[in-house]
C-alpha cells in the first residue's frame, strides 16, 4: 500500500503539478549527503511517520460475491493509516524554492483526496477514496524541526503532507458451492445386499410433487419383502 501511495503522489506531482519542467521528484531522507549529490532541482517527499488511524477501525468483514449473485469470499474490514511526508525544494536559489514550494501548496491544496485516476494495486481495487491534506498543523507533540535534527540536515521550508490509505484486510475464500447431492448408503437386512444412491435424483417427471420439492422418493420394496410385512421389522436373534 505505501509504495502505491508513492506511485499516486509522484504522478499527481509530476504530471499535474509540476508538468513540463525539469523538476526531479524523490523520495530520499534530506540528510547531508543525499544533498551534496543532488544535481538537479529536486522535490523530495521524505515519509517520516506512519500511524493507524484508530478512530476508523471497524470490525465485521464484507462479503464479496461473483457475477451469478453466489459468495465467492470474506473481506476483513480495511484499516486505515496516516503516511506523513515532508515536502521540500532543492534548488541553488532560496527564491526558487518558496516559488516551487508555491506551486506545489496551490496544486495540492486543490485535492482532499488523491485522484481515483492515479491509484493503481490495492488502492485501485478497494474503490475506497484516499484523503491528503497539505500544511495542516500536525496533531502529534512532535514537530518538523525534530525530524531535521533525526536526519541531520539543515532546516529548510518545508510542507507537511498527510495521506490517509486504506489497507486492504485478508481475503478468506468461501467454500464451493455443493453441487453432488448426499449419497445414502444401505444395506438389505435379508438378502445382504448393498446400495448407494444419491437423494438427489436427476431428470425427475415434473408430474412428481415431491421430487419437484427436492424430497427424495421412497425405493420400491422388492415382492418378497412386501408378502413378508415390509421392511420395517427389528431384526433380532430367532427364537
Given at each position: 500500500?505505501i509504495?502505491e501511495?508513492d506511485?499516486?503522489l509522484l504522478?499527481?506531482?509530476?504530471?499535474?503539478?509540476?508538468p513540463?519542467?525539469?523538476?526531479?521528484v524523490?523520495?530520499?531522507?534530506?540528510?547531508?549527503?543525499?544533498?551534496?549529490?543532488?544535481?538537479?532541482?529536486?522535490?523530495n517527499?521524505?515519509?517520516?511517520?506512519?500511524?493507524?488511524?484508530?478512530?476508523?477501525?471497524?470490525?465485521?468483514?464484507?462479503?464479496e460475491?461473483?457475477?451469478?449473485g453466489?459468495v465467492?469470499?470474506?473481506?476483513d474490514?480495511?484499516?486505515?493509516?496516516?503516511?506523513?511526508?515532508?515536502?521540500?525544494?532543492?534548488t541553488?536559489r532560496p527564491q526558487d524554492?518558496?516559488?516551487?514550494?508555491?506551486?506545489?501548496?496551490?496544486?495540492?491544496?486543490?485535492?482532499?483526496?488523491?485522484?481515483?485516476a492515479?491509484?493503481?494495486g490495492t488502492?485501485?481495487?478497494?474503490?475506497?477514496?484516499?484523503?491528503?491534506s497539505?500544511?495542516?498543523p500536525?496533531?502529534?507533540?512532535?514537530?518538523?524541526?525534530?525530524?531535521?535534527?533525526?536526519?541531520g540536515g539543515?532546516?529548510?521550508?518545508s510542507?507537511?503532507?498527510?495521506?490517509?490509505a486504506?489497507?486492504?484486510?485478508?481475503?478468506?475464500?468461501?467454500?464451493a458451492a455443493v453441487?453432488?447431492?448426499?449419497?445414502?448408503?444401505?444395506s438389505?437386512?435379508?438378502?445382504?445386499?448393498?446400495?448407494?444412491?444419491?437423494?438427489?435424483?436427476?431428470?425427475?417427471?415434473?408430474?412428481d410433487?415431491?421430487?419437484?420439492?427436492?424430497v427424495?422418493?421412497e425405493r420400491e420394496l422388492?415382492?418378497?419383502?412386501?408378502?413378508?410385512?415390509?421392511?420395517?421389522?427389528?431384526v433380532?436373534?430367532?427364537r
Amino acid at each position: 500500500m505505501i509504495d502505491e501511495v508513492d506511485a499516486a503522489l509522484l504522478a499527481l506531482l509530476s504530471e499535474d503539478t509540476l508538468p513540463g519542467t525539469d523538476i526531479q521528484v524523490a523520495f530520499d531522507a534530506p540528510t547531508k549527503e543525499w544533498t551534496a549529490r543532488r544535481t538537479a532541482p529536486t522535490v523530495n517527499l521524505f515519509l517520516y511517520d506512519i500511524q493507524e488511524d484508530m478512530s476508523l477501525r471497524q470490525e465485521g468483514s464484507a462479503v464479496e460475491y461473483d457475477e451469478d449473485g453466489a459468495v465467492v469470499a470474506e473481506h476483513d474490514a480495511p484499516r486505515y493509516f496516516s503516511l506523513s511526508y515532508l515536502v521540500t525544494a532543492w534548488t541553488s536559489r532560496p527564491q526558487d524554492e518558496h516559488r516551487i514550494l508555491s506551486i506545489l501548496l496551490a496544486g495540492l491544496v486543490r485535492h482532499d483526496v488523491l485522484p481515483p485516476a492515479r491509484l493503481t494495486g490495492t488502492l485501485a481495487g478497494l474503490g475506497l477514496p484516499v484523503s491528503m491534506s497539505i500544511a495542516v498543523p500536525p496533531v502529534r507533540d512532535r514537530g518538523l524541526a525534530d525530524i531535521w535534527t533525526a536526519v541531520g540536515g539543515n532546516l529548510k521550508p518545508s510542507l507537511d503532507l498527510v495521506v490517509l490509505a486504506p489497507l486492504a484486510g485478508s481475503r478468506v475464500r468461501a467454500a464451493a458451492a455443493v453441487t453432488d447431492g448426499l449419497r445414502l448408503h444401505a444395506s438389505d437386512a435379508y438378502t445382504g445386499a448393498d446400495e448407494s444412491r444419491r437423494l438427489n435424483l436427476p431428470d425427475v417427471p415434473a408430474e412428481d410433487p415431491a421430487a419437484a420439492l427436492g424430497v427424495p422418493r421412497e425405493r420400491e420394496l422388492p415382492a418378497e419383502r412386501r408378502r413378508r410385512g415390509g421392511g420395517s421389522r427389528p431384526v433380532g436373534p430367532r427364537r
